[in-house]
Nanobody
């Protein structure tokens, strides 16, 4: 049974930084592709970043490239999202997602991910 628990959200001023964490409970973390998605009020959930099982492969939405960094610690069963230069449009609920690694590129659509956390709220004030 996989469980994901996000933490680290909060209120931050524009230009500030936050680091989100996602703790993975289960035995398959080191074999899993991990991702972050976000959903703003009134909008659909969207892809933010993904990281392969080894940490060597990453992918980002164009809107966060150069500002966000995804990383993982397989010894701690945790994935991180370091967010810098935050903008008001980054305000959303951020969700961690997991899927067993597969061949090919990192999946960026939520349908590929069977496991989800409850999310953590990030609010960026202008």
């Amino acid at each position: 049974q996989v469980q994901l628990v996000e933490s680290g959200g909060g209120l931050v001023q524009a230009g500030g930084s936050l680091r989100l964490s996602c703790a993975f409970s289960g035995r398959t973390f080191s074999m899993s592709t991990m991702a972050w998605f976000r959903q703003a009020p009134g909008k659909e959930r969207e892809f933010v970043a993904a990281i392969g099982w080894s940490g060597r492969s990453t992918d980002y939405a164009d809107s966060v490239k150069g500002r966000f960094t995804i990383s993982r610690d397989n010894a701690k069963n945790t994935v991180y999202l370091q967010m810098s230069s935050l903008k008001p449009e980054d305000t959303a609920r951020y969700y961690c997602a997991a899927a067993l690694a597969r061949g090919g590129g990192l999946p960026v659509t939520e349908g590929w991910y069977p496991h989800w956390g409850q999310g953590t709220q990030v609010t960026v004030s202008s």
